[in-house]
């Protein structure tokens, strides 16, 4: 046992005190060399294991939740952008405007040549037949029905932010380990 620092040791009640050096401590009395070896202390190492445990799951945890919640916008996102304009939503549906567009021309074009007419007149008036009769409205509803999916997915990642909670480690559970110890 040293001769310096501070010493621990029970006096005639059986309580712990502590002394200034090995002098210090009253003859008779069963001292220990540090704080650690003292019931005190050993408590304190508990608390301290504990605490770093529950430090521990706390970042797993906040670690998990955020990369879930990452893995969540990244799906909102992703889902948002087939909406906006020059995105994947209404596609099909403008290949399938431009194929009709292309039936209706040969369709105009094969009547003026069965009508003997094909070399008379230009069909330009066609394409602005079929346009305003088919493409200004087509047009008009796809970028309504696009606008409106836009929003619905917006407001549903809005819910996701919303509806978000996260789960830790239950600091309760801590705070009652602690009463246990003596220490909270």
């Known amino acids: 046992m040293s001769n310096w620092?501070?010493?621990?040791?029970?006096?005639?009640?059986?309580?712990?005190?502590?002394?200034?050096?090995?002098?210090?401590?009253?003859s008779g009395a069963r001292s220990v060399s540090s704080w650690g070896d003292t019931p005190m202390g050993k408590a304190e190492a508990q608390r301290s294991?504990?605490?770093?445990?529950?430090?521990?799951?706390?970042?797993?945890?906040?670690?998990?939740?955020?990369?879930?919640?990452?893995?969540?916008?990244?799906?909102?996102?992703?889902?948002?952008?087939l909406y906006t304009p020059g995105g994947q939503y209404g596609q099909g549906a403008m290949a399938s405007y431009e194929r009709g567009k292309t039936r209706s021309r040969a369709s105009a074009y094969q009547g003026l040549v069965n009508a003997g007419m094909a070399n008379l007149t230009k069909g330009t008036g066609f394409d602005?037949?079929?346009e305003e009769e088919v493409g200004t409205p087509f047009r008009l509803n796809l970028n309504d029905m696009r606008t409106g999916a836009y929003g619905g997915a917006l407001k549903d990642k809005a819910g996701?932010?919303?509806?978000?909670?996260?789960?830790?480690?239950?600091?309760s559970m801590y705070v009652a380990?602690?009463?246990?110890l003596g220490q909270a």
């Open 5 to 26: 620092g501070t010493q621990w040791y029970r006096d005639q009640a059986g309580s712990w005190q502590s002394a200034r050096s090995l002098h210090s401590v009253p």
């Open 49 to 81: 294991r504990l605490m770093s445990e529950y430090q521990r799951a706390f970042d797993e945890a906040k670690a998990a939740n955020l990369k879930r919640y990452d893995e969540g916008m990244g799906i909102y996102d992703q889902v948002a952008s």
């Open 128 to 130: 602005k037949s079929y």
């Open 160 to 171: 996701f932010i919303e509806r978000r909670e996260d789960s830790y480690p239950d600091s």
């Open 177 to 180: 380990l602690m009463n246990q």
